[in-house]
DNA sequence: ATACAAACCCTGAAGCTGGT
DNA sequence: ACCAGCTTCAGGGTTTGTAT
């Protein structure tokens, strides 16, 4: 039975059973009642694939590989700002595209062209070649944003990051052992385990050839800059909404400048970075006290 | 007007590290 | 070997911006 708090998810995301979970998580919200429990499917809703467990975690995962549910969220996962930042390509795009038999994996979005785009609902000549200009542009992006972009569990931002800078190429990384990878700071077992068996992978290692063959760079890395490194050593974490730049942009200000940028405010963070209706970070920062830099003394800092 | 996407905050779960 | 503290990952909800 599935009861409040207990998660379905398939890989990066998605709820393999999205309306139940949803009708639970809403319950909860609204603070009603107990909620009656819902009978756990044995098979995913959407493609009648099996479910798989791991160890004690109540996270169920779907493990057909073409389940079009899991390509959806892999796409959306791999084409947002935080991965190959390719904008204008969402969910209902992305649900399109699949129904079309155009996108069975990431490498397909590389063979579109605006003839195809137009026949879609809701797309005109516009956002087909402003969608085709950002793909183009994704296939320079930096290493990171790809490994990122693949969907490696445990794999985020941050941990591509580290692999993209420990290993000179994918080639690298693809054949790279456990203990290579738990050479990394930061990176224990379960993390190089999941690397390592992605790349195993025969049918990744074809994608990572097909998209090679797409045209993308494969290069850039993560930017040893020549920049000074004056932030080094120190550790910021943003909260609120800064009016001259996105947070994006300031975080990569202060990576660029050797400083560290985490989530979540505590004793090791040397400042907080306070833009318009700070969130929980502030109190903690307060609570920490930790010093807390409003957005122009936070430029005079990078030196703007 | 409507649909879609982006930006942002918050939060829970889980992994990593270093101290005991 | 175990635990505490810290960080990252990733989902949910809301608000704002843009194309059809």
């Known amino acids: 039975d599935l009861r409040v708090g207990d998660i379905v998810v398939v890989e990066k995301g998605e709820d393999v059973i999205p309306k139940v979970v949803k009708a639970v998580v809403s319950r909860r919200a609204r603070g009603s009642a107990a909620p009656k429990p819902y009978k756990m499917p044995t098979r995913c809703p959407e493609c009648s694939g099996s479910l798989d467990r791991s160890g004690d975690e109540v996270v169920w995962r779907c493990v057909n590989a073409s389940c079009p549910a899991m390509l959806s969220r892999r796409l959306l996962h791999f084409a947002s700002r935080r991965a190959m930042n390719i904008e204008g390509l969402g969910e209902s795009l992305i649900a399109q595209l699949i129904e079309a038999g155009l996108a069975r994996d990431f490498a397909d979005l590389y063979n579109l062209d605006v003839g195809a785009l137009e026949q879609l609902d809701r797309v005109g000549n516009k956002s087909a070649s402003n969608l085709l200009n950002e793909l183009q542009k994704s296939k320079s992006v930096e290493v990171w944003r790809l490994i990122h972009g693949l969907g490696i569990r445990h794999v985020g931002e941050g941990v591509a990051q580290l692999l993209a800078a420990s290993f000179n190429s994918i080639d690298a990384l693809m054949d790279s052992s456990i203990k290579e990878l738990e050479a990394v700071p930061e990176i224990g077992p379960i993390v190089a385990q999941a690397v390592q068996r992605f790349f195993q992978d025969r049918d990744n290692r074809l994608l990572i050839q097909n998209l090679k063959m797409a045209g993308l760079a494969f290069t850039g890395s993560i930017g040893t800059s020549t920049a000074s490194?004056?932030?080094?050593?120190?550790?910021?974490?943003?909260?609120?909404?800064?009016?001259?730049?996105?947070?994006?942009?300031?975080?990569?200000?202060?990576?660029?400048?050797?400083?560290?940028?985490?989530?979540?405010?505590?004793?090791?963070?040397?400042?907080?970075?306070?833009?318009?209706?700070?969130?929980?970070?502030?109190?903690?920062?307060?609570?920490?006290?930790?010093?807390?830099?409003?957005?122009?003394?936070?430029?005079?800092?990078?030196?703007?």
Request: hydrophobic share 35%; with cysteine.
């Open 229 to 304: 490194q004056k932030l080094s050593g120190l550790t910021f974490v943003i909260t609120g909404a800064l009016s001259g730049m996105t947070r994006g942009e300031a975080k990569s200000a202060i990576q660029k400048l050797g400083g560290k940028v985490t989530t979540s405010v505590s004793r090791k963070t040397s400042f907080l970075v306070a833009g318009e209706e700070p969130g929980g970070n502030a109190d903690k920062a307060r609570e920490c006290g930790t010093s807390i830099l409003d957005e122009e003394a936070f430029r005079k800092l990078l030196g703007q």
